[in-house]
Each structure stands twice: as structure tokens, then as C-alpha cells.
């Protein structure tokens, strides 16, 4: 970054990028440059695409394996709801209904979830309403949450994981009148990051085979991979964008931030915009979390490049009973490598909290910057905690290979706990394990209300609505939900998708 230039034009903009970079950031983004993966020889940076847009209406949806291009003559086989890498980007407008069917042409069941949308027990995908290969499943559901950036990926049972990894996930992006009216960049300047992180095996397929020790933490991929691209490049304007981000990665903490160290302005989140645009040099985000974004390139020079990136950050696992924290079996080999001959059992990837690129932007053209200034954002209803009728407490268990909700793994047809349509309850989710657990409810959008331990706060990328926490080792988090939308079976789980697909899930009614 040149400072210099900044403090001379003596904006509003460069003196608070100065004033945010604090020592800590400066010392995690120095350690990033050295850890910096070295760009893999044969692979050249391919242009990041945003996935074709769609509609709600009347979308069919095949689920195949296809070969594409995930860089530059580089095809690897997919699975996928689309033509591309992944599937395409839906959009919607608050009110629309939605129609979509989804043809199965995999080799095995599947099953789309809609992350984020309030649904109909009918459409929100639970594992048991997989179909099998060659049938379809017709959704109809109406849109009827705010707008924001919300997506959707495969949900089979003890299958998740590895169909969202090969492709069978994508972005639904919804807008309403109140978003409209705030003129945020849109078109060209409006970008869609699904972030997946993933292991090119030598016979160029993406390895997806968790060794023991990654059944237990999580399975890291050695580079990462922006809307299907592998390490992907942007050129843009000197100007502001919106990088509408969501962690789609199996197992990883993202922590976003930009490589010159900028501060970034978080305007959203899982549930839509915030109460109040948010200024940050970094965003932590587990697995099923979004961030939205405005990043300003203005007077940066023509030529110039800045990489979105996860930075470096100690990783919370803690060490296990079994050696299976950090520093365990098998790990460093994958570490910073990203190579096509890392890849099989136990090579392993970058590691939680390990520097990664996410996606390399290119100063390519100055322009008049068009600024966006925090501006009011719409009001926003958030679940009331002193309203709740009721509490309920869940602790998360990771140990001897198995993953857990208060001792039971998931079973498909037990109810494990019943709400009354209409009420409003505080749950509190307890990691008593060594890894982080992203919680993920189904049907709701929550308010944070509380963290303790840990952290002890609630983050500034916790405001508003979620429906995805983060909940680090010694923590217990606590949110408020009103179960007000649908009655019907729904589900609460562990987003990391190896946890997930090994039992950290379980069923609750709403009746
Ligand atoms: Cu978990």
C-alpha cells in the first residue's frame, strides 16, 4: 500500500485505512507474505467467473458429473447442479416463488438445501427426502426472507461432505426494495466468492478420502477455489466493490482480510445487511457463514494487485486426548506445497489457521472512483431474548473418532428436541471438544445474544441475523430464535461437513 499517497490525499477513506491497521494485523500480514504458498508451476492464475445467473421460477437443476476447466487446461471432474464448476447463481426477490427441480444424474442419492431461506419442511432438503440416482424432487417454496446472500448445497447423509466439495453447491442471492434503494455496487462491481478450499490429486481428480486424524479435525484442502477457479484473478477498476463471500470450504475458519492490509467495510452477513455498516481489517468465517463486503481499490496504482486471502491465525484446536489437536499425525506436508503431487491419504493441505490465497485482484483501469458511504441500513427485527418461554443447552463432543450433539449421534427418524410453533427460545451451544464447531440451524434466523469464554463477545460479523455461529473450543454461545415461519421437522448440526456427515446433527420438530 502506499501510505504516503494516502495520508496526501488526506480522505476520510485513507486516514481510516491507516488508523485500522493496528500492530497485530501488521505482524499477521507479515507472517502471511512469508508463508505466502508458492503459486504452483503448471497452473496459471485463470480469470475468476462469476456463475451464470438464474431465476427461481420454473429452474431445473441437473446434478451430473461433468469435466470442466478449473484453470487454465486444467479439466477435472465435477459434480455439479450446472455447467460449471459449480452451480449456478439463483436470484430471487423477496415475495417471488420459487420452482425448482432437481433431476439426480449422480451415481448416488442427493438433495438440495436452501442455507439460509425459510422454507417448508417439504423443501428445505432434509437428508431423509434424498432421491435416488435418475429421479427428481420438485421444490416450491415462497421467498420470504430479507434480502441477502444466502446459497445452497448437497445435504445426503454421511454425503454431504463429499458432493459439496466436488462442486454440487452455489449461491442464491436474494434482493428486496430496501437493499435497492441503498445503491450498492452492482453489476460488474457486485461479486459473488463461494469459497471452497480443495486437493488436486495427481490423476487430476479432487481428493476427497479423510485419513483418521482428518475425521477428527477436518478435511483442508492445499489451495483454494473461488466460484469453481482455483486460485482465481479479478482485474478491476479503481473503484468500490461488493464481494458477497460465503465459506463453502468442508472443514476451514476463513479469516478474510486484504493482503495490503486495507480495512474493508462489512455491510452484511448470513441474514442480509447489518444494523450498521461495520469497519474491519479482517472477518473470521466458519464453514456456512457470509460476509458481505465493500472494498475499496480507488487510488490504488494501475498494475497494482491485492489478494483477498484467509491470514494466518493460531489455530483453536486444541490438543486432544489422542494427539489429534494441532501438530498431529500427518500434518506439515500439505503446508504451503499446493501441489498436484501432494494430493492421497494423508498428505494433508494447509492447515486451519494456515495462510491461504482466496482471490488476487488486478488494478486494472483507473476510473472515477463511485464511493459508497455508510448510510443508514433498513431496520432490522431481530428475535428477542427476553421473550424466550424457554433455554436448551447443547454441548458438542468431538472425541474416539466420533462427533456428537449431547451425547447421541444423528438419526434420521428420532425427534431429538420439540418447540411450539410461535415461540421464541434461547439455545446455547457448548464446545466441550478441541476443534471449532460452525452451528448451523435450519429454519431460523438467530440473534447472537451471548459468548462465554473464549472469545467472551459477541464478533462485529455477529450482528444481525445468522443462522450459522461460530463456536470455538471452551466456548458456550448463546442465540435467540423465534419458530414462527413453518411447522415441520428441521434440523440443527455441525457445519463442518466431516463432523456433519459423521453424526454432529440432530433433528428438532416444530409443532
Ligand atoms: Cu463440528
Sequence with gaps: MDRRHF??????????????????????????????????????????????????ANLTLRAAARRVEIAPGVPVEVWSPGDGPVGPTIRARTGDTATITLENALAEPTILHWHGLRVPEAADGHPRLAIAPG?????????????????????PHHRTGVQAYRGMTGLLLVNDAAEEALGLPD???????????????????FAYEPAMHEQMEGFFGDAAFANGIRLPTMPVETTTYRLRVVNATTSRVLRLALSNGHV???????GGLLPAAE??????????????????????????RVTLVSAPFASPARMGGMGMGMGGMGRGMGRGAGGMGAGGMGAGGVPQG??????EFTIDRAVTPRGWSPRPLPTLVLP??????RTRM???????????????????????????????????????SPFPHPVHMHEVQFQVIERVGGRARVMPWERGLKDTVLVYPGERVSVAATFDRYRGRFLMHCHNMVHEDMGMMMNYAIV
Design 135 to 155: 429421479s427428481t424432487y420438485r421444490y416450491t417454496f415462497p421467498v420470504i426472507d430479507r434480502a441477502g446472500t444466502y446459497w445452497y448445497h448437497a445435504h
Design 264 to 270: 474493508m467495510t462489512l455491510i452484511g452477513n448470513d
Design 384 to 389: 428477542d431474548p427476553e421473550r424466550a418461554t
Design 394 to 432: 447443547f454441548h458438542f463432543n468431538s472425541a474416539m473418532m466420533q462427533h456428537d450433539i449431547n451425547g447421541r449421534a444423528f438419526d434420521m427418524e428420532r425427534i431429538d428436541e420439540t418447540v411450539r410453533f410461535g415461540d421464541t427460545e434461547v439455545w446455547t451451544f457448548v464446545n466441550d
Design 354 to 359: 494456515g495462510a491461504m490465497d482466496l482471490v
Design 279 to 304: 469497519t474491519v481489517t479482517s472477518v473470521d468465517l466458519g464453514t456456512g457463514e457470509r460476509a458481505d463486503l465493500l472494498v475499496d481499490f480507488a487510488h490504488l496504482p494501475v498494475g497494482s
Design 187 to 205: 453489476g460488474a462491481h457486485e461479486v459473488p466468492l463461494l469459497i471452497q478450499d480443495r486437493r488436486l490429486a495427481a490423476d487430476g481428480t
Design 7 to 56: 495520508l496526501a490525499l488526506g480522505s476520510a477513506a485513507g486516514l481510516a485505512a491507516v488508523a485500522h491497521r493496528g500492530p497485530a494485523l501488521e505482524a499477521a500480514m507479515a507472517a502471511y507474505h512469508a508463508k505466502r504458498p508458492r503459486r504452483h508451476p503448471h497452473l496459471d492464475r485463470a480469470l475468476l467467473r462469476p456463475p451464470p445467473e438464474v431465476s427461481a
